[in-house]
């Protein structure tokens, strides 16, 4: 039988928001167990449908406890659970991620925080491929399903680039990410875990694109 995610999780989740102190979660540690368990069997099978159109390289459970130390929000735990899967090798940049909450359970991917380096090689390809860049955001099937590209931005040019570049929107960006919410209804269904791979199946011709940049120079030769 296929692995699926419950109103009982999102239940525990929901109470976990209200109560979020360390003695009610011992008292409620057998509820927390068995949600982690549920939602690490989704994600090792949503893991395997991957591998099936992408290669990935490992899988990533984060854990629900928040390091407060340098956090003005002293609550102890996070009100999701969460999880994310890398693709493997040069060839392959982006990665998958998804996040299971109470009324904000969501499916992302992209590049979060692009190191110095490969930011600009990722701008400067924008400038490169600009028309063939747009195309890709604007194709029915990033447009309906994501609703376009989120992320943070600079609120001018970066620096050493022309602001008034007709590109500038695009390299303004810091994080290139394509997002997409979840109700509860459709996230405890019994297909959801086909719903999730179809959009981690969406995002794919987005991450290869964003790779050939990250890859090649502007004479098509590997850094």
Same mark, same amino acid.
């Given at each position: 039988?296929?692995? #699926?995610l ?14 979020n102190? $360390? *003695?009610w !979660? ?11 368990a549920? !939602?690490k069997?989704?994600?090792?099978e949503v %893991?395997?449908?991957l ?10 459970? &984060?854990?629900i406890? $928040?390091?407060?130390? !340098? ?10 659970? =969460?999880?994310? &899967? ?11 991620? +998804? ?6 359970s ?11 380096k490969?930011?600009?090689y990722?701008?400067d390809?924008?400038? $490169? ?8 955001l604007a =194709? @029915?099937?990033?447009?309906?399903? +994501?609703?376009?590209?989120t992320?943070?931005?600079? @609120?001018?040019a970066p620096?050493?680039f022309?602001k *008034? %570049?007709s ?8 994080? +290139?990410?394509?997002?997409?919410q ?5 996230? #405890?269904? =019994?297909?959801? @875990? ?9 995002m794919?011709?987005? +991450? ?8 090649f120079d ?6």
């Amino acid at each position: 039988m296929s692995a #699926t995610l419950s109103k009982k999780s999102l239940d525990f989740l929901k109470d976990l928001s209200q109560n979020n102190d $360390r *003695n009610w !979660f011992a008292e409620h540690k057998a509820r927390y167990q068995q949600a982690q368990a549920e !939602f690490k069997a989704f994600m090792s099978e949503v %893991h395997d449908e991957l591998n099936k159109i992408d290669v990935i390289e490992k899988m990533k459970i &984060f854990r629900i406890y $928040r390091d407060v130390r !340098f956090s003005k929000n002293k609550a102890p735990y996070k009100t999701n659970f =969460s999880g994310g &899967f890398s693709r493997e090798g040069k060839m392959r940049r982006g990665g998958y991620f +998804f996040s299971f909450e109470n009324g904000e359970s969501f499916v992302g991917g992209g590049f979060w925080g692009p190191e110095s380096k490969d930011l600009k090689y990722i701008r400067d390809g924008i400038l $490169r491929e600009e028309d063939a860049y747009r195309s890709l955001l604007a =194709s @029915k099937e990033i447009q309906e399903h +994501f609703g376009g590209l989120t992320g943070e931005e600079l @609120k001018t040019a970066p620096r050493g680039f022309d602001k *008034n %570049h007709s590109a500038v929107d695009l390299i303004r960006k810091k994080q +290139f990410l394509l997002t997409k919410q979840y109700d509860e209804n459709v996230v #405890t269904s =019994s297909d959801f @875990k086909d719903i999730l791979v179809d959009s981690f199946t969406k995002m794919k011709p987005y +991450f290869d694109f964003m790779t050939e940049l990250l890859v090649f120079d502007e004479n098509g030769i590997e850094r």
